[in-house]
């Protein structure tokens, strides 16, 4: 059976699936929705330095391509991988990533070698999840959105027409950084008043604990006494839902989306967050048309189903992937 290799590389853990289709691309058809044929997880180990990290990430790629090989008779025809941090695509590299140490890694080269000379992709994490929540997640069959994820920090994806904006230096979605409260909170990057100093997990979490006296306090916990009526808990939350909402507000008076798709963390706390987040953003729009703002659908599997099909994409370079959902492992006949 023919399939591709996909990691998904964060800080602490790495995930990875073998990709299959229900249909191969050839002749200038695009490939069929993805099926995952195989997952694995492995610890990304970046205690033991930024060397060890790029090892493990190329023993665990050749272990897949060896299983693979086993399972389905041939090797992977194609990888796709994706890294955090800040990423040249065109040129395979992942240039930096702070929670990894790593500075200048020439990923797809590496990968490429190691995989005995098939087609790599690389992207960035964020954006390669953002793509697969477009094609084949919440996004299915839209030709405009944007994809948010609410996590530790904020960043985005902008889809066009089954591709993920990535811009011309490979900043394209950063959302997290737009300015919301001039001369606010700093942020590492540089400036005061980000969006992600206010809306991100991270920023509930550390405002929840210091308004709720508990160190331990997490933006879960927060959402939970929002929904026990906790008033504490409903200014904090508010506070952070009016930020999102001016960030949004921008970001869609730029790219006009047709739906907003919200992921991460945060967003687990369903219509505790998307309930107060619409009205906001309702709210505040004047000649805008407020897009369809819905759930992410893929969960952690974004970035492996992404990962696949950047690398469905190599072997079929102008038709992306069919805009139809994933198949559940449980659904493939070896």
Known sequence: ????????????????????ADTAPSGGTPPGPPVLLHQARL??????????????ILD???ELRAYGERRFGE????????VPGIVDSDRGMAVYAANLGWRDVPLRALLAERLGGVPVALGHDVRTGGLAEGR?????????????ALGTGIAGAIGVDGRVEAGAHG??????????????????????GCLERFASAAAVSQAWAEASGDPEADAADCAKAVESGDPRASAVWQHAVDALADGLV????????R??????????AGDTLFTPLRAAVEHRVTFQKVPSIVPAALGDTAGCLGAGLMAWDLLAPTHPAAPTAPKDPSEVTP
């Open 259 to 268: 739906t907003l798709i919200i992921g991460g963390g945060l967003a687990e």
């Open 60 to 62: 665990f790629a050749a």
């Open 1 to 20: 059976m023919r399939h591709v290799i996909a990691l998904d590389v964060g800080g602490t853990g790495m995930k990875a699936a073998l990709v299959g």
């Open 136 to 148: 084949v997640g919440a996004g299915r069959g839209t030709d405009r959105y944007l994809f948010v």
């Open 43 to 56: 610890a990304t180990g970046r205690e033991r330095g930024p060397d060890a990290v790029v090892g493990s």
């Open 250 to 257: 921008t970001a869609l008076t730029l790219l006009d989306p």
């Open 75 to 82: 090797p992977a025809a194609a990888a796709g991988v994706a």
């Open 171 to 192: 900043f394209a979605g950063e959302i997290g950084h737009i300015v919301v409260r001039p001369g606010g909170i700093p942020c590492p990057c540089g400036q005061h």
